[in-house]
Structures are given as C-alpha cells and as structure tokens.
C-alpha cells in the first residue's frame, strides 16, 4: 500500500536526494519549494508524513509545523523535521515545536525508511 509523504526544502539537491532514497520503497514524494507551497499542497492533498526542512528562507519549518498543528484537518499528520542542526539545545527545541521526529542531514535510505516507518 502506497503511503504519500510531502519532501519540502529549499535547496533542490535536498529535495532530490529524499526522493531518490525513497524509490522502490511504498513511500509516492510530492515535493514543496518552501513552507508556503508546502501548506498549499496540503489544503489540496491527503498525505501521511511531510518530511520538513527547518530553515528555509519564507516560513521556518517550525513555523510550518506551529499552523500545521494548529490545522483541524491536519490533526494526525505525522511531521519530521529534516536539518543540519545538530547541536541538543537546537534538536530539543525543534521537537519541542511540535515535531513528531527529527532527522540530522546528510541521510541515508536505511535512517530515512526506519523514520518515516515508526512515525
């Protein structure tokens, strides 16, 4: 059964490499530029699990997640935030904004599989 996850980040190598690690697995990418695209896409389609850049330069991805949860028709989506912050005191404050998972860049298929997976 094919799940839908929403891949949004600024930089399209991020983007691409998401995708490309979820070929072959019953993860469908749909991609967004930036928050704003990304909050469209969602008021247009069903997804299970929106994989979320944290510093994109429209709306941080904290702030995406914020009017994500505070969304009555996006109550259970599932939402993992996907950065290069790896300091505790910033991965504790991500996941404090209402993240369900947190994953540190680079990725690889292995991790990416296992997050979206437990989410």
């Known amino acids: 059964m094919e799940k839908q996850v929403l891949v949004v980040d600024d930089h399209p190598i991020n983007r691409t490499l998401a995708t490309v690690l979820l070929r072959g697995s019953e993860w469908v990418c749909d991609q967004a530029t930036c928050g704003s695209e990304a909050l469209a896409k969602l008021a247009e389609k069903k997804y299970d699990c929106v994989l979320l850049d944290i510093s994109m330069p429209d709306m941080s991805g904290e702030e995406v997640c914020r009017q994500i949860r505070a969304t009555e028709a996006l109550k259970g989506l599932r939402v993992i935030a996907y950065t290069a912050h790896t300091m505790r005191e910033e991965q504790e404050h991500i ?15 292995a991790v990416l599989l296992e997050t979206l997976n437990a989410v």
């Open 95 to 109: 996941l404090a904004a209402g993240f369900d998972a947190l994953l540190i860049k680079p990725i690889s298929k």
